[in-house]
């Protein structure tokens, strides 16, 4: 199986605005759970919460290995509000 090459901890064929406009997408959208993440850091993290844009970003670049596409899938599913 072919690797993709990678540049910056991103797929070549996905760019880092696309994904980041991807993600603040969701977060507008009322469909998905969006809420920003508590982070012990106060000094980096004002109020100790990381905006929901910043937590998967910086997830993505942290596991440069990882598909965007998949991931970006998966967590549409797993955030999905359900009734």
Known sequence: MKKTPQVDGFINS???DEIIAELN???ASSVYLTE???RGNAEKWPGNQISFVDFHLTYLKLHPSLDPHHYMANLR???KKRP
Do not use: D, R
Request: glycine share 0%; net charge neutral; aromatic share 8%.
């Open 14 to 16: 996905v760019s880092e």
């Open 25 to 27: 997408s969701m977060k």
């Open 77 to 79: 599913l797993t955030l």
């Open 36 to 38: 920003p993440v508590y």
